[in-house]
């Protein structure tokens, strides 16, 4: 209801989703807005996630819309999960997460096909090589944030500021 209010009252019509990662909190809503929408509207999901979905995305893979004026780069970002991906808007300056990097931490590797070892290895070589600029938009922010900086989170995210063997410790 509140994703379906929000396009509302921006004037937009939902033609998709893109799921960042399967884990209920992420993925149980698109089921949902699909039976809401009707056939127009399309689930997308990385095929490394494993999950269902009408439109499976890979590494590298540039996803375009309204007529391919938009386009966001998917980013491989395992580490939360195996199937995890970012998406990178270069136009806008941006990236969409998902639990990959959070502000001021990431998401746990303690669940669920989880590995520290990897997720370092994701931000560091995936996320932290985009320009400094670019905006990183959270799946989630427990404290109202809504974006930070690649430049913030490279130089004083307390997690992932540490060596991988430090942070690999610290996940544990």
Known sequence: DRDLAEAAR??????????????????TSTGVLKK????????????????AAD????????FTWAG?????????????????????DAELGA??????LLIGGCGRTDFQEGSAAQLYDSVHQQLFTLPASTMVLPA????GRCFSTVAAERAGNPRLTKSRHEFVELMA
């Not at 004037?11 to 884990?23: D, F, P, R």
């Open 68 to 88: 391919g004026t938009r386009c966001l780069k998917v980013l491989a970002t395992p580490g939360h999960t195996n199937g995890c991906i970012s998406l990178h």
């Open 55 to 62: 439109v499976k995305l890979s590494p590298g893979e540039a």
């Open 95 to 100: 990236v969409f997460t998902g639990d990959a």
């Open 10 to 27: 921006l004037g937009v019509n939902l033609v998709g989703a893109i799921n960042t990662h399967c884990h209920a909190d992420h993925i």
């Open 36 to 51: 809401r929408l009707g056939a127009g509207f399309r689930s997308h999901i990385s095929k490394a996630s494993g999950a």
């Open 140 to 143: 989630h922010d427990y404290k």
